[in-house]
């Protein structure tokens, strides 16, 4: 009998142990929260709710209605805030949410003011108030930054495409663009010294910049020949690293992956003594890359997937009418050595127009994609198009359009 009285307590127990999360669970909240300007709603906006007693958040982006979704959030007082480039942040500091309660909320997002605190360093290579600065200056600062959710440098430029800086992403390179001026009159400083490492074609790795320790990044969109030189000639980038904190020292390591086996150790170590410090950060990444000669997947089983590359003079430039029927796109003929005269499908004229990447008749072009045969004629949809040192990237390794996300926003 003291047995079995035993054995139904611990079942007991067991039940209620079981039970426990599950009320946890269920005494969860939601929070709906709607972002818009004067004139609308606005897609992809971070918006970030952080509880008030432990700190914790969390981030969601809003949708094309402008709605972003917090489906479990526990009781308690939140602070709402969302950001969205070239607007003022807004927020709500005390959203208090019940037990299982479902509330939605509307944060409206003003045209950006300049700070009378916020200080800059890069327009003028001294700090100086953002609010005296004549250039006109983009500053990520470092809750921007996680709130991208980003892993490199590239991939926190990629998201300022609004306010007038743009990446063009592949391969692990970045080619940077502001306000039209290609990479070759954009300079990158880190801390304010020139970053080193442009391959032949003038592009950077911006894959090699790590975000760990990066305190903010700084961006002079405007002429800045006269202080550092005619490759700044488009504008300056910035990314400054915080100096090392409190004495002694600290490390901090960080991992990530994702797909095409890509994986990426990030490790910072800083010391800091009475007078002196110094902070060291390495990186490791290996992934398995983008091949534009070769097929992979159904495609290659069933042919309809045809790599080609071909060489040869463009005979012809020409508009035609894309699938979307919206947009004007552009084609060339190319006379080429490997199929005769092939014709080569490249994208919107507006796309191309923003890379200020010019083909004329006469030129010699090398044409990376993928083969079509249509009725005896071979066509050619463009991956990349190089001319001289000049390489255009028109499609990722999947065959996705590099304007599909610029036409998203």
Not at 144 to 165: F, N, P, Y
Not at 297 to 322: H, R
Not at 392 to 398: F, P, Y
Request: charged share 20%; hydrophobic share 40%.
């Amino acid at each position: 009998m003291p047995t079995t009285r035993s054995a139904g307590f611990a079942v007991l127990l067991a039940l209620a142990a079981i039970a426990l999360p599950a009320a946890a669970g269920a005494a969860d909240g939601s929070l709906t929260v709607t972002v818009r300007d004067n004139y609308g709603v606005i897609p992809r906006a971070a918006v970030r709710a952080t509880n008030g007693a432990t700190g914790v958040g969390q981030r969601a982006v809003t949708d094309n209605q402008g709605v972003a979704r917090f489906a479990a959030l526990p009781a308690g007082t939140y602070e709402v805030r969302a950001a969205f480039p070239g607007f003022a942040d807004a927020a709500e500091l005390a959203v208090a949410l019940a037990e299982g309660e479902a509330k939605s909320l509307e944060l409206v997002l003003g045209v950006a003011h300049l700070s009378t605190s916020v200080t800059v360093e890069t327009a003028n290579r001294r700090e100086q108030l953002l609010l005296d600065v004549a250039e006109p200056v983009t500053l990520i600062e470092k809750t921007q930054i996680e709130d991208t959710g980003a892993r490199s440098a590239k991939d926190v430029l990629v998201e300022q495409s609004g306010s007038g800086i743009q990446v063009n992403a592949g391969g692990g390179q970045g080619y940077i663009s502001i306000n039209g001026i290609p990479n070759k009159g954009v300079l990158v400083l880190v801390n304010g010294r020139r970053y080193l490492g442009k391959d032949a074609n003038g592009n950077l790795n911006l894959e090699e910049l790590q975000l760990l320790g990066l305190q903010r990044i700084e961006v002079v969109k405007g002429p800045g020949s006269a202080l550092y030189g005619s490759d700044a000639l488009g504008g300056v980038v910035n990314f400054i690293i915080s100096p090392p904190g409190a004495p002694g020292t600290t490390n901090t390591l960080k991992t990530s992956g994702g797909s095409y086996n890509d994986y990426r150790v990030d490790d910072v170590f800083s010391w800091r003594g009475g007078r002196a410090g110094a902070k060291v950060a390495v990186g490791y990444r290996t992934y398995d890359g983008f091949d534009l000669e070769s097929c992979t997947g159904e495609d290659a089983a069933t042919g309809a997937c045809k790599p080609m590359t071909i060489t040869g003079k463009v005979s012809q430039v020409l508009t035609e009418t894309l699938q979307d029927k919206m947009h004007p796109g552009m084609a060339i003929l190319v006379d080429s050595k490997e199929k005769g005269r092939v014709r080569v499908h490249l994208g919107p004229v507006w796309y191309l127009e923003r890379q200020e990447f010019d083909l004329d008749p006469g030129q010699e072009v090398q044409v990376k994609g993928i083969c079509l045969e249509e009725k005896g004629e071979t066509r050619l949809i463009a991956a990349q198009v190089t001319v001289g040192d000049s390489v255009l990237l028109l499609r990722d390794q999947e065959g996705r359009p590099m304007w599909e996300a610029l036409r998203k926003r």
